[in-house]
C-alpha cells in the first residue's frame, strides 16, 4: 500500500543530504518503487545525468553501456565529424557529463542510500551537502532536486495544472487504444 507521499503517479521523499558523505538516505520503499531497482541486488549502479530543470536523473548503468557499445562500434568503423554528426556529437557531450553512482539497499537500515556525484553537484546539478533535497520515482524515472528548485518547479506548473491535466488524460487515452 502506497504511503501518503506516494500515489500510482509517481513517490516523492523529502530528505536531506549527509554533510559527511555526498548521499541522500530514502526510505526502503523507494527500493520497491523504482522498477528498475525491483528485485536488484543490493547495489545498483547507475549513472545520474543532468536535467532540463536543473535536477539530476538517474538511469541504470544497462542503459549507458549499451550506448557506449552502440557508438563505440560505428565510431571504431568510421569517426564523428561534427558537420557531419551533430546529433551524435551532442549527445556524446551529454552522456560524457554522466557520472556512475551507486544506490544501495540497506535492509537492516530499513532505508536506501543514493551516493551523489560531487562534480554534477559542483557543476549546479542537484542538491549539495546539507541541502533539503527530493527524491522523485515514476515507473523508470528517478529524479534527484534541490528543494529550492522542486518548489520553483511546482510554482511554475500550478498555473498550467487544468492544461495539463487534459494532456494528460488524452494521452493515456490514446495509450491505451
Known amino acids: 500500500m502506497p504511503r501518503d507521499h506516494q500515489t500510482a503517479t509517481g513517490a516523492v521523499w523529502y530528505e536531506k543530504v549527509d554533510t559527511k558523505q ?19 541486488s543490493k547495489t545498483v549502479d547507475c549513472v545520474a545525468l543532468p536535467a532540463a530543470n536543473g535536477q539530476l536523473q538517474l538511469f541504470p548503468s544497462t542503459a549507458r553501456d549499451y550506448f557506449y557499445e552502440t557508438l563505440g562500434s560505428s565510431m571504431r568503423s568510421s569517426a564523428a565529424s561534427l558537420s557531419e554528426d551533430p546529433l551524435i556529437v551532442d549527445f556524446s557531450r551529454f552522456y560524457a557529463v554522466g557520472r556512475s553512482i551507486k544506490i544501495t539497499h540497506e535492509p537492516e537500515y530499513s532505508r536506501c542510500s543514493i551516493a551523489l ?32 528548485q522542486w518548489q520553483k518547479w511546482l510554482r511554475e506548473i500550478a498555473p498550467k495544472l487544468n492544461d495539463l491535466q487534459q494532456k494528460v488524460i488524452e494521452s493515456i487515452k490514446e495509450r491505451s487504444v
Open 22 to 40: 555526498m548521499r541522500l538516505r530514502v526510505a526502503e520503499d523507494f527500493w520497491f518503487y523504482c522498477s528498475w531497482t525491483k528485485g536488484a
Open 117 to 148: 556525484s560531487a562534480d554534477l553537484v559542483a557543476a549546479g546539478f542537484g542538491p549539495s551537502r546539507g541541502e533539503d533535497a527530493v527524491v522523485f520515482a515514476l515507473g523508470e524515472i528517478v529524479e534527484i532536486w534541490s528543494l529550492v
